[in-house]
């Protein structure tokens, strides 16, 4: 079951992708790891619009933040 009291993303499918391309490229900054979303400055303004350092790596992030970002590109 799911608890309400934590955030859930829209897409799934989406977050898992997401996760799995931040972590394959873990010593890169998010904003290079996912450069095969979309390309690099939409994804440096992406992250800017949801308060996330562009510049942060894969471990930096919380779950909540991996869910906002799979949310947005969704």
């Known amino acids: 079951f799911r608890n309400p009291l934590h955030p859930q993303a829209t897409n799934e499918q989406m977050l898992l992708r997401l ?4 972590f394959q490229q873990r010593r890169k900054q998010l904003q290079n790891a996912l450069a095969g979303f ?5 994804i440096q303004r992406l992250l800017k619009n949801l308060a996330i ?7 930096n992030l919380s779950v909540s933040d991996y869910i906002k970002i799979a949310d947005a590109l969704s």
């Open 53 to 59: 350092d562009p510049c942060l790596r894969a471990e």
């Open 19 to 22: 996760i799995k391309t931040a």
């Open 38 to 42: 979309m390309p690099k400055d939409d």
